[in-house]
């Protein structure tokens, strides 16, 4: 077994961290929103799309708008499925690698 190989599962575990980060990052923003509608949403521009927190001179220079609540919840549940998903199949890929590697 090549070195490559004994560490994929691990590179496959950081993945799954990272994917599972973006998701509870997401979930945040929507929870924030809740709190601060002013400030805490998913905003578009001509050059941007993104979730977050902003204040109002970054609005003004952005030329963002922030979308819809109905459009941030039914992303947020769209983004976070998605990321749950594939961090447990990416887990899953992990576990099954590390098993194969002898001891």
Do not use: N
């Amino acid at each position: 077994m090549s070195a490559l190989a004994k560490l994929k599962p691990y590179g496959q575990l950081v993945a799954a961290a990272l994917i599972a980060l973006l998701g509870l990052g997401v979930a945040g923003t929507a929870i924030g929103h809740a709190f601060d509608p002013q400030h805490v949403g998913l905003w578009s521009g001509p050059q941007a799309f993104f979730f977050g927190k902003i204040d109002d001179a970054f609005e003004r220079m952005a030329h963002v708008h922030q979308l819809p609540d109905s459009t941030l919840y039914i992303v947020t549940v769209m983004v976070v499925g998605i990321c749950f998903f594939v961090a447990r199949e990416l887990v899953g890929f992990a576990r099954k690698g590390l098993k194969a590697q002898p001891r």
